[in-house]
């Protein structure tokens, strides 16, 4: 059974960024999934591009992400130099280095992903009041970066995957996801989820994988919202491939 959920959409001097439902109910965890309006940035990164490596001014990106933090109150960040892997990092202030995932119990530390039409997907364990913020493209998918985040918490945390709430932000819908050469880059248990010739269902990929890891259905929220298909709102490389990045942005309190 698919439970189904309502975003939230919230503003702060111009930005604006989305919550779900799901992981709205839980009062001690923060969470955004911010769009690109109430930044700095001007031209393809306009306006609030989070991404340091994209080609934006350095000082715009970093009152952007200030801006996002004043927004959900935040104080510290933290984020990894992204490589669409399957890697998944415990944070710290000082976390440096590569990876897709990061996975914390520090209160107040906020754990940044950037991504445009890739999904940002926070995982939140509210009994052992554990998160996870990950980055998952379609080689993340492939590597099942869900999966392991799932058993990296289980082992540094206790979290048992049946009491894991996870939200996934805006991203490239399956009437954008257009794989050419899916018959090498995706294994044959994605076929099943072309909705047209080519074209696929990566949000039901990423509910089957997690359901397959032992999140439980109605424990899972998909925006649903294409970032493809939402240019006033939203980035998207596939669209334009000189483009800012959006920021998920999750930290305990």
């Not at 940035?41 to 933090?69: C, I, K, M, W, Y």
């Amino acid at each position: 059974m698919v439970s189904f959920f309502y975003m939230q959409r919230h503003s702060h001097n111009g930005v604006e960024w989305l919550t779900l439902d799901l992981l709205s109910n839980c009062p001690r965890l923060a969470h955004g999934f911010f769009l690109r309006h109430g930044g700095v940035s001007e031209g393809a990164f306009d306006s609030l591009n989070l991404a340091l490596t994209q080609g934006d001014l350095p000082e715009h990106v970093t009152t952007n992400r200030q801006r996002a933090l004043d927004a959900l109150g935040i104080n510290d960040y933290t984020n990894l130099y992204q490589k669409h892997s399957s890697h998944v990092v415990e944070a710290n202030p000082n976390s440096k280095g590569e990876g897709d995932g990061l996975i914390t119990d520090r209160f107040d530390l906020g754990l940044l992903v950037l991504h445009a039409d890739c999904q940002a997907a926070i995982f939140y364990d509210p009994i052992h009041h554990a998160l996870a913020n990950v980055h998952a493209g379609w080689r993340g998918s492939v590597a099942n970066i869900y999966k392991k985040t799932v058993e990296r918490m289980k082992v540094r945390y206790g979290s048992r995957p049946e009491e894991l709430l996870v939200g996934i932000s805006p991203s490239l819908g399956p009437m954008a996801a257009e794989f050419r050469n899916y018959r090498t880059e995706l294994p044959k248990s994605f076929w099943p989820y072309q909705v047209k010739p080519t074209y696929f269902d990566f949000w039901e990929i990423s509910r089957q994988q997690l359901t397959e890891a032992g999140v439980l259905p109605h424990h899972i929220e998909i925006a649903e919202l294409c970032t493809y298909s939402n240019p006033e709102e939203c980035f998207s490389y596939r669209r334009v491939q000189e483009s800012g990045r959006h920021g998920t942005l999750a930290a305990l309190n």
